[in-house]
């Protein structure tokens, strides 16, 4: 496992910020951490980077303790906050040729790695702009190349996708993958529950300071749209299928609930069988979504 935790704890005054979390991560995966603001995310994110002290427990990266081997378990990392500073006055350029040498990457390689990620980055034709004239996501971008500079073998992104248009939000939904295929260990917060879905492997929940089980897959809300509901229901009736309708946009859904999504090419079979017109036909909701409102105390 490239990420392990044992019982985190970490309070500022009376807030409990962490009350004991406990993580377990392989390499080649993408996790996302999912939680309610105020949940711990950020401080459980700098803890591991290395940045905060925990009160109590204890962390490794890539098998090196985060308190008492800091400087290698460091060097195993990439770390992007929500709101990460950039010398405005610097190129692109040199920004992250600045980087590359902080790193002790050898000088030989520098203008060869830093081409590589002006061109994954999208940022080729603004090698010799300063930096404050970046729009948002741009400087996002350039936050994720400044990253991944040394190839760490575990990357953590807090909010990554804040200020990026979809575009770029797929680009780096792809290169998180894509990193994470080559054998990386990738942790994303984000609010943006729908984005994590098409980009993580695995979420894992934090709430209050603490792990959450996700809850077990009881099958999945199928959603329907019928030229006739009536004839519809009539049919789910006559085998005893249970259901329910609910209006989205002004128009009326036939929801059910499938074992798993295996049983939903069956399902539109009988549908059509039964002479049921169709015009309609899928998942009804985000699972993520569903289990993130389901968290305790969720305020979001
Ligand atoms: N430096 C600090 N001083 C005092 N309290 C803090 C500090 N950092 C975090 N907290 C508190 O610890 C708790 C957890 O905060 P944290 O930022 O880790 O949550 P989060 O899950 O990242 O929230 P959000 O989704 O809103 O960013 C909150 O109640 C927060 O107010």
């Known amino acids: 496992m490239s990420i392990k935790a044992q019982g985190l704890t970490r309070s500022f005054g009376e807030v409990r910020a962490l009350n004991g979390v406990n993580l377990d991560l392989a390499p080649g995966r993408v996790y996302g951490l999912v939680g309610p603001n105020g949940s711990g995310k950020t401080t459980l994110l700098l803890i591991l980077a290395g940045l905060l002290a925990p009160d109590s427990g204890s962390a490794q990266i890539n098998g090196y303790d985060i308190m008492t081997d800091s400087a290698n378990a460091r060097a195993q990392l990439g770390w992007m906050p929500d709101d990460f500073g950039m010398w405005d006055s610097l190129t692109c350029t040199e920004i992250l040729e600045t980087f590359a040498r902080f790193y002790h990457l050898p000088e030989a390689m520098i203008p060869q790695r830093v ?12 090698a010799t702009m300063p930096v404050s004239s970046l729009s948002r996501g741009q400087k996002q971008r350039l936050g994720f190349a400044r990253v991944i500079i040394q190839n760490p073998a575990v990357l953590l992104l807090d909010e990554p996708t804040n200020g990026m248009d979809p575009r770029s939000r797929m680009r780096l939904r ?3 993958r894509a990193y994470a295929r080559a054998g990386a260990t990738v942790v994303v917060s984000s609010h943006v529950l729908s984005e994590l879905e098409g980009m993580i492997d695995e979420p ?12 077990q897959s009881t099958g999945v809300r199928w959603m329907v749209r019928a030229s006739n509901p009536q004839q519809l229901a009539q049919w789910a009736q006559s085998i005893g299928l249970a259901f329910e309708f609910q209006m989205h946009n002004g128009r009326e859904y036939f929801l059910c609930t499938l074992r798993s999504e295996e049983d939903a090419p069956r399902l539109l079979q009988d549908l059509t069988q ?19 409102l389901n968290l305790e105390g969720s305020d979001d």
């Open 174 to 176: 792809d290169q998180l």
């Open 274 to 292: 039964a002479g049921i017109s169709v015009l309609e036909f899928q998942a009804a909701t985000n699972q993520l979504e569903a289990a993130f």
């Open 115 to 126: 081409h590589e990620l002006l061109e994954m980055a999208g940022l080729l034709e603004k």
């Open 204 to 215: 894992v929940m934090i709430n209050q300071g603490r792990n959450v089980a996700l809850p």
